[in-house]
């Protein structure tokens, strides 16, 4: 079983080589893998900003760090169904251009899905 770190940290170590050797599709995989796990950790705002509300913007938060709230934490699990999803979305969209007779841009989409396929171990 892998930490939910770990799988972050390696999306984060295969980006740092892929960006070093100038590999476009790695990079754009990785980067959204990153970005898919971000999102998933986002919360929703709970604070009453018309409390802390400028006079000049309705509801709009005062102060620095005023709308900031924490991140929760992802499971390893959650991270691995989140990177899964990416990878199946890849294949889908890959499929799809296939069929629609765009043969470059679904091999780009079938690489990226297989270099998810090859971080999650599969």
């Known amino acids: 079983m892998t930490s939910p770190t770990m ?25 959204s893998a990153l970005a898919a796990l971000d999102n998933a950790a986002a919360v929703p705002q709970a604070v009453d900003l018309s409390a802390t509300g400028s006079e000049h913007v309705a509801k709009a938060a005062v102060g620095p760090y005023a709308a900031e709230v924490g991140r929760r934490a992802l499971t390893a699990e959650e991270e691995r169904a989140i990177v899964s999803a990416e990878m199946a979305e890849h294949r889908r969209a890959a499929d799809d251009l296939a069929g629609a007779g765009r043969p470059v841009e679904a091999n780009r989409a079938w690489a990226q899905a297989d270099l998810l396929q090859e971080l999650l171990g599969d």
């Open 7 to 31: 799988l972050r940290e390696r999306l984060r170590n295969a980006l740092r080589t892929a960006m070093k050797e100038r590999d476009r599709v790695a990079t754009s995989v990785y980067r």
